[in-house]
């Protein structure tokens, strides 16, 4: 977890605040930064990292979890699969 120069853990609306900000400031439309954590997950296993590399990533002990919960199909995912019927 990160913390502030006294060594002390950022609250958590701190972390929502700096992350709105941010997306406030590159012009990029709201998304909840739990949505970004989803995200996250899902393009490191569309870009081949290892279920348990992307586990240990977002803080989680399974690796069955993390794709379960936190790994959705993407759309050029779902066409590459669809085309292995042709």
Not at 68 to 78: F, G, I, P
Request: aromatic share 8%; charged share 15%.
């Amino acid at each position: 977890m990160a913390s502030d120069e006294a060594g002390h853990p950022y609250a958590p609306t701190w972390v929502t605040a700096h992350w709105a900000k941010l997306l406030s400031e590159l012009a990029i439309e709201h998304v909840r930064l739990h949505d970004a954590r989803h995200n996250c997950g899902s393009l490191m296993h569309a870009r081949g990292v290892p279920p348990v590399a992307i586990a240990a990533w977002l803080g989680h002990h399974d690796p069955a979890f993390t794709l379960r919960t936190y790994v959705h199909a993407q759309s050029d995912a779902l066409k590459v699969a669809g085309q292995t019927f042709r």
